[in-house]
């Protein structure tokens, strides 16, 4: 079983946070050009389920920007699509009204593990002890 890491939201528990530096990027922005000093928190935005380059942002800015705060994924968020935003860098997801977060726990049960690295385990399965 793949161990979740991702907090899951839902949009009526959202509260204004005081303090916290949010920046909210389009998912056609380049987040290579990010100013990302005193941020603590990255939407990413999902428009639509089918539109995956908020994946690529994310991983992007795990791997080669190096952002250690929250990167949260917002819009148009399925519970199918939690396990590969947690693989590519996710720490946060708001889902779409409606959906039942308990679900959630199900999906990440039907992965036992990943051969390949991703944003999160970075030795792929074989060099793992």
């Known amino acids: 079983m793949t161990r979740r890491l991702i907090e899951i939201l839902q949009p009526g528990e959202l509260q204004p946070e005081a303090n916290v530096n949010v920046l909210v990027v389009a998912n ?22 089918t539109d995956g380059r908020a994946y690529s942002q994310a991983y992007l800015l795990r791997r080669r920007r190096k952002f250690r705060g ?3 994924a917002t819009g148009d968020v399925l519970i199918d699509q939690l ?6 860098g996710f720490s946060s997801a708001v ?3 409606g ?11 039907r992965f036992a593990d990943f051969y390949q690295a991703d944003a999160v ?9």
């Open 28 to 49: 056609d922005a380049d987040v290579a050009e990010l100013a990302l000093d005193g941020v603590d928190r990255i939407e990413l935005q999902f428009p639509k389920f």
């Open 70 to 72: 929250d990167i949260r």
């Open 83 to 88: 396990v590969q935003m947690q693989r590519t």
């Open 95 to 97: 889902l779409k009204e």
């Open 99 to 109: 959906k039942d977060p308990a679900e959630a726990d199900r999906q990440f049960a």
């Open 121 to 129: 385990v970075r030795e792929p399965l074989f060099a793992r002890s």
